[in-house]
């Protein structure tokens, strides 16, 4: 039988495939004579085989008959034969094989080899992926290893200490005694990194390890400071800085030492200042201590200039042109925005301009960050900017920042018109966006904000004439047209510039009607327009439209309308007799005095067989000195045809001082109850 | 670190290393997409981002792209490092090494990798004991061959 052929030639003959189909061929005619090999229990051309394998597995053909080939490997005698098994082993034997159990002994063995490079293949091997009976197993042999003198096995047996642990917690304890020597200055420098980590993962997972180790942060500020003082050390250098790997390691295991104890605090606030100081910030690996050392002072007990000296670094490395700083810088303020929030608004307007930033990732931060950071203050600058990012923002974002914008607005909204007209910016320019909850909480917003109803009714109806594709700006229009069509028609307003909307009944029912037939409009919101046309039959006087076009969705294909519709004409039929006896009645108020009144309530009551509606009044101030009046509209139903008299009371408050004012009014002409 | 990967322009995996237990479906599923994801990204966009619950780290040197997933808790700009490192190590060894050289050899380069991680976690932060220790294990395997040839 020819040779089998070498790993290479079969990477190059491979790579000449030109299509999916000749490269499968191929790997299917290589795996079959690979298998009839593995079958002859040739020992020869094993270790070649199983690397073709390998090769085969990573272009993502399936290898699972070659695991046990690794474990044949792995016991052979042959480092050439180990360095493949074990390679073989990491690949294709991970913990959910059923074989993976297969390779203890072997690994066992090798753990106590003689020569130190197959002790490390097997230590890397349980140290990548040893599951956790193995672990248990080996992991006598592993605490062996950590105290050995060769620093070679050492440094592998702590990070494989590492692993042993993560899998199974309590095999913690048995480690403790070897630690004991690990950062002492009698070791090779070799193995500080590995015994940091080490140490790191004992005090992340248990308090009791934590406590224990703190007395070792001293030792770990003398050895940071020595890193930074020493000279040029070409070995562990990188740009100029000494041993960055060490440093970062060093400051993550001060951060959890120094959390929550004052103590351990102090001693490590001179080092971490000095760090902070003296670190050379022209290349990526100096911002890297950096940014390790601001994560470990802001999670420490440190004093408030150390604090300060923290966000001043992440200040600048907001300024930074590399945008992977600027990205680190985002994150770690967010983490901070609640315990020193003064500290991170001092940056606020560099925030601001990370949102114009091109990379999507550093706009969210920054998003995310200008939330935090809104407040009474600055909510007006804030909002313009926040809705400025929204009309030009990814459609990924725009959900999350019009939800965002609702709340600011919400909490610290500078006054109500304020409010409405950033809710009417968010649902016009990123109404499809807006979430489906919000709906309804605007209607609640905009049932409260009483002395806007009318201004917000008609802007509302405007945007409709604009623009009826984007659904939750349709769905709040239409509620507020059924529930304020009278002051939408009657064309009052509030606000010192009115909105010029000429409106007739018809116009306004030509648009709800607009949104039932349209394409554009979901059955959700054809809700919401076939029950504001119903509404607006108490409102309009066009009731006979209103009655056509609820009947002919009686018999809509939509279930939801047909129900609603059905609903609505037996409503219609019922109260048939009473809509010709609804009297309308407008109030105008007038102040004459040299003092506006404020606070101004109307109040009425009538007769038991009456019904009495109050709609909104224009506004809740009559202006001194005739300068201007309230409006507000009463609708009386007399159903009985009795003559209508009315009780009514006024309150207001006049120069500081309240006033009630009751009165009865009997002399109302026959006409508006016969 | 959860995970490296390194992967071609073209989307064709060059070496993958996993650092916790994942079924094989799983590991196709996830290389599948975050090729997608990163070889989606601009030239001028940050190197890291946020993918499923991970921070994914990634460079491109030539026409290799490097990428690692780290914990929240991990220093993202020490990873770029870390990942430079591993290029060093690779062109020292290689000599001006290029993607071929990954292809060709890639047993190596995972030798290489192992030597110099573990766990995701550095084993050695000096870039001459890594290189010394990889040139030892290749001489032995050269004596065993040697020895094997004596025998036959």
Redesign the interface.
């Known amino acids: 039988m020819p040779a089998p052929i070498r790993?290479?030639e079969l990477?190059?003959t491979i790579?000449t495939a030109r299509t999916q189909a000749e490269e499968r061929e191929m790997i299917q005619k290589e795996c079959a004579a690979i298998r009839s090999s593995f079958r002859e229990e040739d020992n020869t051309y094993r270790c070649r085989n199983v690397?073709k394998l390998?090769?085969m597995h990573?272009?993502?053909y399936p290898a699972h008959f070659g695991q046990l080939e690794c474990l044949k490997l792995i016991a052979s005698q042959?480092?050439?034969d180990k360095?493949?098994g074990y390679?073989g082993a990491?690949l294709l034997l991970?913990?959910?094989q059923d074989v993976h159990l297969l390779m203890t002994n072997c690994i066992k063995n090798d753990l106590n080899h003689s020569?130190q490079?197959v002790q490390?293949l097997s230590?890397?091997t349980l140290?990548?992926?040893g599951?956790s009976e193995m672990c248990r197993d080996l992991a006598g042999e592993v605490e062996k290893l950590l105290k050995t003198s060769n620093s070679?096995l050492r440094?592998?047996a702590a990070?494989?200490a590492?692993?042993v642990i993560?899998k199974v917690p309590e095999l913690m304890e048995m480690f403790l005694p070897a630690t004991k020597n690990l950062l002492s200055e009698k070791n090779h420098g070799?193995i500080l990194?590995?015994s940091v980590?080490l140490l790191t993962e004992m005090c992340e997972r248990s308090p009791d390890m934590l406590s224990h180790f703190r007395k070792l942060v001293p030792q770990l500020v003398r050895i940071l400071k020595n890193l930074i003082m020493s000279g040029y050390s070409p070995?562990?250098d990188?740009s100029g800085i000494s041993?960055?790997?060490?440093q970062?390691r060093i400051l993550?295991l001060l951060r959890i030492l120094g959390k929550g104890d004052d103590d351990s605090s102090e001693a490590m606030n001179d080092i971490l200042a000095q760090v902070a100081t003296n670190t050379e910030t022209s290349k990526?690996?100096g911002?890297?201590?950096l940014?390790?050392t601001v994560?470990t002072i802001m999670d420490i007990k440190s004093e408030s200039g150390l604090r300060v000296l923290a966000i001043n670094i992440l200040g600048r490395f907001l300024l930074n042109n590399d945008?992977?700083?600027?990205?680190?810088a985002l994150t770690s303020l967010l983490k901070t925005v609640q315990t020193d929030h003064n500290a991170v608004q001092r940056h606020r307007s560099t925030i601001v301009d990370c949102l114009k930033d091109?990379?999507?990732?550093?706009k969210r931060r920054a998003m995310e960050l200008s939330f935090a950071l809104v407040n009474g203050n600055n909510i007006r600058g804030m909002m313009k900017e926040l809705l400025y990012f929204l009309d030009s923002c990814d459609p990924d974002f725009k959900a999350d920042c019009a939800s965002g914008i609702f709340l600011a607005a919400e909490k610290y909204a500078p006054s109500k018109r304020w409010h409405i007209d950033t809710v009417m910016r968010v649902l016009t320019t990123a109404g499809s966006y807006v979430r489906d909850d919000s709906v309804p909480n605007l209607i609640q917003l905009i049932t409260n904000s009483v002395e806007m109803h009318a201004y917000t009714v008609q802007r509302l109806y405007k945007a409709l004439l604009d623009d009826i594709s984007q659904q939750p700006l349709v769905q709040v229009a239409s509620w507020c047209i059924g529930e304020y069509g009278d002051l939408l028609v009657s064309g009052q307003c509030e606000e010192e510039e009115p909105i010029q909307v000429d409106a007739l009944e018809d116009e306004v029912l030509d648009v709800l009607e607009g949104l039932l037939v349209s394409n554009l409009s979901t059955p959700v919101t054809r809700a919401y327009s076939l029950t504001a046309i119903m509404k607006l039959s108490t409102r309009f006087s066009s009731v006979n439209r209103i009655k056509k076009v609820v009947s002919i969705y009686g018999s809509s294909i939509d279930v939801e309308l047909q129900q609603r519709a059905v609903e609505y004409n037996a409503l219609f039929k019922k109260y048939d007799h009473m809509s010709p006896n609804i009297a309308v009645i407008t109030i105008h108020a007038t102040n004459s005095t040299e003092a506006d009144m404020t606070e101004f309530v109307f109040q009425a009551a009538v007769p038991k067989t009456f019904q009495l509606q109050l709609l909104s009044p224009s506004s809740n101030v009559v202006p001194a000195l005739n300068q201007g009046s309230v409006t507000q509209v009463i609708r009386v139903l007399n159903p009985q045809k009795q003559q209508l008299r009315m009780r009514i009371k006024l309150t207001y408050t006049h120069k500081g001082s309240p006033v009630q004012d009751l009165a009865e009014v009997n002399n109302f002409p026959p006409q508006s109850w016969q | 670190m959860r995970f490296m990967l390194l992967f071609s322009r073209q989307g064709k995996?060059?070496?993958?290393?996993?650092?916790t237990?994942?079924?094989e479906r799983d590991k196709?599923k996830m290389v599948r997409e975050l090729m997608q994801v990163v070889l989606a990204r601009k030239p001028?966009?940050?190197?890291?981002?946020?993918w499923r619950d991970l921070k994914i780290v990634y460079k491109r040197y030539a026409s290799l792209y490097f990428c690692c997933a780290v914990e929240e808790?991990d220093?993202?700009?020490?990873t770029?490092?870390?990942i430079h490192?591993f290029v060093e190590l690779l062109d020292k060894y290689f000599g001006s090494v290029c993607e071929l050289d990954i292809?060709?050899n890639?047993?190596k380069a995972?030798?290489i990798l192992?030597?110099f991680l573990?766990?995701g976690?550095?084993?050695?932060?000096?870039?001459?004991?890594v290189l010394k220790?990889i040139e030892?294990?290749d001489l032995?395997?050269e004596?065993?061959?040697n020895?094997?040839h004596k025998m036959a």
């Open positions: 790993l290479r990477i190059r790579r690397a390998l090769y990573m272009l993502g042959k480092f050439t360095r493949i390679l990491m991970d913990e959910r020569t490079y490390g230590l890397c140290g990548c992926m599951s070679y440094k592998k990070l494989c590492v692993h993560r070799e990194h590995t980590v070995e562990h990188v041993d960055p790997f060490l970062v993550r990526n690996v911002n890297a201590i940014y390790e994560l945008k992977n700083i600027r990205y680190v091109l990379d999507v990732s550093i | 995996l060059r070496l993958q290393k996993w650092y237990a994942t079924a196709k001028k966009m940050c190197s890291f981002l946020e808790q220093n993202e700009l020490i770029l490092e870390v490192r292809i060709f890639f047993e995972y030798f192992d030597e573990m766990g976690e550095i084993q050695d932060t000096s870039k001459k004991s220790a030892q294990a032995l395997q004596v065993s061959l020895l094997k």
